[in-house]
T-cell receptor, first 114, second 113 residues
């Protein structure tokens, strides 16, 4: 089954404690992306990657890091989480060819930073 | 600054009637538009898209209309069903380059049986 998986689905942590949210896709997609969803703001892009070892900032990259060492994985790293990073996070992927199509989203990770 | 706007946070419609969800954008360079549907505790799922070279795209009960001069698009669902109750996000993109998506804030549709 074609899918994007994220782990963990729910996470409660404290300010300053480093954490990683994993994202994996099994569709051999070149493009992967991270979004956060906040009330009244919709989904905003954090980082994206157009292929292995190629990453770039989205609209709200502050406080986040990413890496793309393998095509299927695109982890999101919060080196020192703060309460304003409490949010619902989504990973997404799609093809990067001429027929790009729509992005496929993971189920989401709900993060609470105390 | 929000480049894609959905000004109606919520919409209620009777089962069997038409649902019309609206979306406005400010960037005239956007040339590809999508609608996503989101159920609670799930990620957004792609519903329908339209390229700027068209003004209408239809897929079953779902039709998207694009008015480039007004920078406006709408999603029509006919007939509406209770299973359509969800949050609908409008998104816009460029066909070239990174092709990142810019999302609206969403409209919660409730279809009343």
């Amino acid at each position: 089954e074609a899918q994007v998986t994220q782990n963990p689905r729910y996470l409660i942590t404290v300010t300053g404690k480093k954490l990683t949210v994993t994202c994996s896709q099994n569709m051999n997609h070149e493009y992967m992306s991270w979004y956060r969803q906040d009330p009244g703001l919709g989904l905003r892009q954090i980082y994206y990657s157009m292929n292995v070892e190629v990453t770039d900032k989205g609209d709200v990259p502050e406080g986040y890091k990413v890496s793309r060492k393998e095509k299927r994985n695109f982890p999101l790293i919060l080196e020192s989480p703060s309460p304003n990073q409490t949010s619902l996070y989504f990973c997404a992927s799609r093809t990067q060819g001429p027929l790009r199509g729509a992005q496929y989203f993971g189920p989401g990770t709900r993060l609470l930073v105390l | 600054d929000q480049q894609v706007k959905q000004n109606s946070p919520s919409l209620s419609v009777q089962e069997g009637r038409i649902s019309i969800l609206n979306c406005d954008y400010t960037n005239s360079m956007f040339d590809y538009f999508l609608w996503y549907k989101k159920y609670p505790a799930e990620g957004p799922t792609f519903l329908i898209s339209i390229s700027s070279i068209k003004d209408k795209n239809e897929d079953g009960r779902f039709t998207v209309f694009l008015n480039k001069s007004a920078k406006h698009l709408s999603l029509h669902i006919v007939p509406s069903q209770p299973g359509d109750s969800a949050v609908y996000f409008c998104a816009a993109s460029y066909q070239t380059g990174a092709n990142n998506l810019f999302f609206g804030t969403g409209t919660r549709l409730t279809v009343i049986p």
